[in-house]
């Protein structure tokens, strides 16, 4: 994954840069998320079947319900669909 949306460091205490958001897959990786990417249809449905799956976190990670692999996938359309603006 290229750019600063995937950061393995962050497993413990993630620095969170301004304009962005962190997620974690069910392999536990870690992506930075930018927040315009909350606009984007794909990501609301991630987001929405992982409420559906795990309920809203209060005090935890936003945990996704795919791999980190699927991720990088999805994050690569997003990204590719924004170029295309």
């Known amino acids: 994954m290229t750019g600063n949306m995937k ?3 962050c497993s413990s205490s993630p620095r969170v840069d301004k304009g962005h958001f962190v997620v974690y897959t069910v392999d536990r990786r870690c992506f ?3 927040l315009v990417y909350l ?3 794909i990501f609301r449905e991630l987001l929405g079947v992982a409420e559906e ?3 809203l976190p209060r005090d935890g990670p936003i945990m996704l319900s795919c791999d980190g692999i699927f991720m990088e996938y999805a994050l690569l ?3 590719r669909k924004a170029a295309d603006l």
């Open 53 to 55: 799956e795990f309920g």
């Open 77 to 79: 359309l997003i990204q």
């Open 7 to 9: 950061d393995d460091s």
């Open 32 to 34: 930075m998320i930018p």
């Open 39 to 41: 606009h984007n249809h």
